[in-house]
């Protein structure tokens, strides 16, 4: 199970370090998600990402006070929006779904912008 873990980990980084060049792609929930599998898997690889000077910082704000910077915040309820509104555009889904998906999408929004701001770095 430990390898699995730490493969997905990596998985995680690699779609992380993506979406720091593909805009649609988030960043850090898979670099969240990978110092959660690191941390069960190899205090190594999590110990690596925690002293990483892109991804350090951040995930201490997390860790330490559940802060989410202005910027990330902004960018992340922006793309719920424009995820939001594509969904409905271009799939034109059922209102149910539209509806289901609008509430989800609202929570998360809401639960972003309630964090605290915190100090990074």
């Not at 690699?14 to 969240?32: K, N, R």
């Not at 910077?69 to 424009?82: G, H």
Request: glycine content about 6%.
């Amino acid at each position: 199970m430990r390898i699995i873990l730490i493969i997905l980990g990596w998985l995680c980084v690699a779609l992380g370090v993506i979406g720091i060049f593909l805009p649609l792609l988030p960043t850090t929930p898979f670099i969240l998600l990978a110092a959660w599998l690191f941390a069960r898997a190899s205090p190594r690889f999590e110990r690596w990402l925690y002293e990483h000077r892109v991804f350090g910082p951040p995930l201490h704000a997390w860790r330490d006070n559940r802060a989410i910077p202005r910027r990330a915040k902004v960018f992340a309820i922006a793309m719920m929006a424009v995820s939001f509104a594509s969904l409905l555009i271009i799939l034109h889904p059922p209102f149910w779904l539209a509806l289901v998906v609008g509430a989800l999408l609202s929570a998360s929004a809401l639960f972003v912008a309630t964090r605290n701001e915190g100090r990074i770095g």
